[in-house]
């Protein structure tokens, strides 16, 4: 019996510590997972990966999922290599909010946007993504317009002289038309005159001889 007793006691004595064990434990592990899930994350990316932009992009810009480690700006990167492997970024990298950018001047073909950034708990992440810059168009030149030619004044006065003349040629025309039978009735009469006087006379000739005979 006191033996027993012993024993309840004893773990009732070791209860406390076991659980103060436990939660010991679950706060250790707590600690050693906190910090990896702080771990900010790539969201989104201007340009996106495997976009192809227009030549007059100015700045290239990347979100993530938590804002930057303060004070650590300088651990901040990005950089826009070209085919050849040049760097086509300039000047320093922005940040606004859980955004960082950079301005950019690209030539046409294909990019590599190479990036770093450090998350709140002080640990950097890196990535890269491509993208392609397409050529910038050529401007549309407008076709020739040609003016018509326009005839000389001096061409254009004798067709002009010639328009007018061709009705008073009709008229001409029209008045010789209704003459000529006037002038062949006259001729007519003329020479019909002429015979009767002839023949007038010739019959007063022969009625003289007559007498005379």
Do not use: C
């Not at 960082?100 to 890196?126: C, F, N, Q």
């Amino acid at each position: 019996m006191h033996a027993h007793r012993d024993d309840q006691r004893r773990s009732r004595a070791a209860t406390p510590r076991v659980l103060f064990a436990v939660a010991l434990s679950a706060f250790l592990v707590l600690i050693g997972t906190t910090p990896a899930s702080a771990h900010a994350a790539l969201t989104s990316s201007d340009p996106a990966d495997g976009a192809t932009v227009a030549a007059d992009l100015e700045r290239v810009t990347l979100t993530f999922s938590e804002a930057p480690l303060a004070g650590l700006q300088a651990g901040l990167r990005i950089e826009i290599r070209d085919d050849g492997g040049t760097d086509e970024s300039s000047g320093a990298v922005a940040v606004d909010g859980t955004s960082m950018s950079k301005a950019v001047s690209l030539s046409p073909g294909p990019h590599t946007l190479v990036w770093r950034y450090v998350s709140p708990d002080g640990h950097p992440i890196e990535g890269q993504l491509a993208f392609s810059v397409e050529p910038v168009a050529s401007p549309t030149v407008p076709p020739t317009t040609t003016s018509p030619t326009t005839a000389p004044t001096s061409s254009s006065e004798p067709t002009t002289a010639a328009v007018g003349a061709a009705p008073n040629t009709g008229a001409g025309t029209h008045a010789h038309g209704h003459g000529g039978p006037a002038l062949l009735f006259g001729v007519v009469g003329i020479l019909a005159v002429l015979v009767i006087g002839a023949v007038v006379l010739r019959i007063r000739r022969g009625a003289d001889a007559r007498t005379e005979g």
